[in-house]
C-alpha cells in the first residue's frame, strides 16, 4: 500500500504570506498527484491535479510542484478565502487512492 | 454545469445495510468514472470505491472490501454503493465525485451521512 505524510499538519499564517505544504509517498507515483481544499462542512475542491496543473477556476495564487515522491502545493500571498484543510491524493494506481492526512490552514 | 445529487443515508444498526445513490447531471455521464470518498466526523478523507467508465471495473478500499458494491446504470446517469454488513467505523459523510481523468476528482457532491450504531 503507498503511504502518504503531510506536513505540517497545522500551520497559522498572516494574509499576505506564501505558504507550502508538502506531501510525501512511500514510493514513487509519478506526477499522479492531486490537491484539494476543503471548508467546514462543505465537500472537498480540486485544486491541482497530475501535480502541476492548475483545475479551471483556481486562482493562480495556487501552484503545484514535484514528482517521484515529494510533492509541495505553495499558495503564494494567503487571501482571506484560502482557510481551510488542505489534502493532497495519490492516484498512482487505479485500484489504491490514498489521501494525505491533511494540513489546517489558519490565517 | 455539472451536479451530482447524493442520497440514501441515515442511522442504520450494526450489521445492517444500506444503499447510496448518486445522480449526476450536467455531463456526459457514461464516458467518466465515478467514485465514493468517505469522511468520519472530524476525520480526513478517506477513498472508498471506483467504477470505471466502459468497463465497469469496480476498485475498493482494503476496509470495504466485500462488504461494500460499487454499480452504476447510465441509463439513469446514476451510481450506488451498497453497503452490507456496516460496522460503527462506517460511521462518515459518504461524497460521490467525478472522476474524469483515472485519478483525481474534480467535481463532489454535497454528501449523504451514515450513521451506524445500536
Known amino acids: 500500500d503507498i503511504q502518504m505524510t503531510q506536513t505540517p499538519s497545522t500551520l497559522s499564517a498572516f494574509l499576505g504570506d506564501k505558504v507550502t505544504i508538502t506531501c510525501r509517498a512511500s514510493?514513487?507515483?509519478?506526477?499522479?498527484m492531486a490537491w484539494y481544499q476543503q471548508k467546514p462542512g462543505k465537500a472537498p475542491k480540486l485544486l491541482i491535479y497530475k501535480a502541476t496543473t492548475l483545475e479551471t477556476g483556481v486562482p493562480s495564487r495556487f501552484s503545484g510542484s514535484g514528482s517521484g515522491t515529494e510533492f509541495s502545493l505553495t499558495i503564494n500571498s494567503l487571501q482571506p478565502d484560502d482557510f481551510g484543510t488542505y489534502y493532497c491524493?495519490?492516484?498512482?494506481?487505479?485500484?489504491?487512492?490514498?489521501f494525505g492526512p491533511g494540513t489546517k490552514v489558519e490565517i | 454545469e455539472v451536479q451530482l445529487l447524493e442520497s440514501g443515508g441515515g442511522l442504520v444498526q450494526p450489521g445492517g445495510s444500506l444503499k447510496l445513490s448518486c445522480v449526476a447531471s450536467g455531463f456526459s455521464f457514461s464516458n467518466d468514472a465515478m467514485a465514493w470518498v468517505r469522511q468520519a466526523p472530524g476525520k480526513g478523507l478517506e477513498w472508498v470505491s471506483s467504477?470505471?467508465?466502459?468497463?465497469?471495473?469496480?476498485y475498493y478500499a482494503d476496509s470495504v472490501k466485500g462488504r461494500f458494491t460499487i454499480f452504476r446504470d447510465n441509463s439513469k446517469k446514476t451510481v450506488y454503493l451498497q453497503m452490507d454488513n456496516l460496522r460503527g467505523d462506517d460511521t462518515a459523510m459518504y461524497y460521490c465525485?467525478?472522476?474524469?481523468?483515472?485519478?483525481?476528482?474534480?467535481?463532489w457532491g454535497q454528501g449523504t451521512l451514515v450513521t451506524v450504531s445500536s
Open positions: 467504477i470505471s467508465s466502459i468497463a465497469n471495473r469496480p
Open positions: 491524493q495519490q492516484f498512482y494506481s487505479f485500484s489504491e487512492r490514498t
Open positions: 465525485a467525478r472522476d474524469p481523468r483515472a485519478g483525481d476528482l474534480d467535481n
Open positions: 514510493q514513487n507515483i509519478g506526477n499522479w
